[in-house]
């Protein structure tokens, strides 16, 4: 059915405007699942929904990369099939003003890769690694990794592992911070799961970039999904 809309008016969308990411100054909250998301969230504007988390704009699993060091935010853009502009609002400029990128992580470890001959740019990924070692929960993720393998028993565990901590991330509003997923709640666990799936798995990346619909792309990939999912519960028919 998605097939169907892939036009050369959809072609031509692959070079419009880049996907904006906002950097709230006031109370948000999202149009499409209403959590309550607080000041300074970040959202993506959509104008038939409003105001969208991160999560549900099919982008909470990009990880920011600050503005400052133009040879790793060029080729790290280039590197990432879905990308996202931060930006945030100037009381004293009054205007948007850029912060950073989302992109995907394996884009952006190659872009530091081939920045590794420039000592800032080694010390920037020392910077963001600590960083990130300091948003997670680590006995949470295990527990949560455990969680995905106990329901994906052929999921191999260091996927299982990336899975969790993309998940439980402490600042986005991802899925493995709400209240069900620390609880281990299964439904929880499986929509972490799915949502790898989709981004990492198949195509679905490629087509929001293409200018897709996030529905008709999901449901492009869905056969894709269903069978990853069936394989690493050990359901697969071959």
């Known amino acids: 059915m998605a097939q169907s809309k892939w036009t050369p008016v959809n072609q031509r969308m692959s070079k419009r405007e880049d996907l904006k990411v906002f950097i709230s100054s006031r109370e948000s909250k999202c149009d499409e699942c209403q959590e309550e998301l607080g000041s300074k969230a970040w959202i993506m504007l959509k104008e038939e929904k409003g105001a969208l988390c991160l999560s549900c704009a099919d982008l909470d699993h990009l990880v920011f990369l600050p503005s400052g060091d133009a040879a790793v935010t060029r080729r790290a853009r280039k590197h990432s099939t879905l990308s996202a502009v931060v930006l945030k609002w100037s009381k004293a400029r009054k205007r948007y003003e850029r912060q950073g990128l989302l992109v995907e992580e394996p ?3 190659q872009a530091e890769i081939e920045c590794l001959a420039d000592e800032d740019a080694r010390t920037q990924r020392r910077i963001r690694e600590a960083d990130r070692r300091a948003e997670l929960d680590l006995a949470y993720v295990e527990r949560f990794a455990e969680a995905v393998r106990q329901l994906y028993p052929k999921c191999p565990p260091e ?10 991330t402490k600042y986005s509003g991802r899925v493995g911070r709400s209240a069900a997923a620390k609880a281990l709640d299964e439904q929880a666990v499986r929509l972490a799961v799915v949502a790898h799936v989709r981004h990492v798995e198949t195509r679905y990346d490629r087509l929001l970039m293409n200018g897709w619909d996030r529905v008709d792309a999901r449901v492009s990939v869905e056969d894709t999904v269903r069978s990853v999912l069936a394989k690493w519960q050990g359901n697969a028919g071959s």
Do not use: G
Request: proline share 0%.
């Open 107 to 109: 884009a952006l470890r």
């Open 159 to 168: 996927t299982a592992k990336s899975i969790a901590e993309h998940a439980c």
